[in-house]
């Protein structure tokens, strides 16, 4: 094969990575299934092997195959998996791409849905969840930050599974991550973080008696005024 040939065969790769996003999307492949074995996708779609690596290796970063070396069973088709939305939010964040004033607005009408609809669907276990939730984070003011910031992170989580909605769901567990992984520094440096954390919990308990009496409207305003209250000094005015 010239070189030519072979660079021009090293970019057709992307047909393989096609090819199994639409079928994982028309359900053709599901999790557990197997990929043929990289001989096999070169001759089903006349590349080099090569290729078929590199097609690979993109669809193993997707995370939506796992792919051993010398496993005669093909490649592992995996469950649909949120790391890669994840990883993009966080090199935006890292890079400069988005600024914390972006994140905290689109959290605001992320939290607000999911407040809104899990006030409408709730499940009583949900709300027993919550309650828990509640009165481990009042344990962990006195150990700190770090334990209450997870601890408020699983509040918001459950929230979003009682709204049932996976992309409320997803985009809002994605954003408060990265405003955390932003935020964070300044709130263990700060000399009032009690008081921050006692503010935190009684947002949470309003919010949990929005969603327990059902009152939609309520929860989803307490989620846009807390959030621009809490985040207002650490972003600039405009």
């Known amino acids: 094969m010239t070189t030519e040939a072979a660079d021009?065969?090293?970019?057709?790769?992307?047909?393989?990575?096609?090819?199994?996003?639409?079928?994982?999307?028309?359900?053709e492949l599901k999790p557990g299934d197997r990929l043929p074995s990289e001989r096999e996708l070169g001759e089903k779609f006349a590349m080099a092997r090569t290729s078929v690596r590199e097609a690979l290796r993109v669809l193993e970063h997707m995370e939506l195959i796992r792919s051993q070396p010398r496993d005669t069973r093909g490649p592992l088709v995996l469950p649909i998996s949120v790391g890669p939305v994840?990883?993009?939010?966080?090199?935006?964040?890292?890079?400069g791409g988005l600024g914390l004033a972006e994140l905290v607005q689109f959290r605001m009408v992320a939290d607000a849905a999911a407040n809104l609809l899990a006030a409408r669907r709730r499940s009583p276990e949900q709300l027993v969840a919550l309650e828990r939730n509640m009165a481990r984070m009042r344990q962990s003011i006195a150990v700190g930050y770090t334990e209450f910031s997870l601890l408020?992170?699983?509040?918001?989580?459950?929230?979003?599974?009682?709204?049932?909605?996976?992309?409320v769901q997803v985009y809002g567990?994605?954003?408060r991550e990265a405003v955390l992984d932003l935020i964070q520094r300044t709130i263990l440096d700060a000399d009032d973080q009690n008081a921050l954390m006692l503010q935190s919990l009684?947002?949470?308990?309003?919010?949990?008696?929005?969603?327990?009496?059902?009152?939609?409207?309520?929860?989803?305003?307490?989620?846009?005024?807390?959030?621009?209250?809490?985040?207002?000094?650490?972003?600039?005015?405009?």
Do not use: W
Request: charged content about 30%; glycine content about 4%.
């Open 8 to 27: 021009s065969d090293r970019r057709v790769f992307h047909r393989i990575v096609d090819y199994v996003q639409k079928a994982i999307v028309t359900g």
């Open 202 to 238: 009684r947002h949470h308990r309003a919010v949990f008696d929005a969603i327990e009496a059902q009152d939609g409207l309520k929860a989803s305003q307490l989620a846009r005024e807390s959030l621009y209250s809490y985040y207002a000094d650490y972003v600039d005015a405009a």
């Open 152 to 167: 408020d992170m699983e509040f918001h989580e459950i929230i979003a599974e009682a709204a049932g909605n996976k992309l």
């Open 173 to 175: 567990d994605v954003t």
């Open 86 to 95: 994840r990883r993009s939010v966080a090199m935006l964040t890292t890079a």
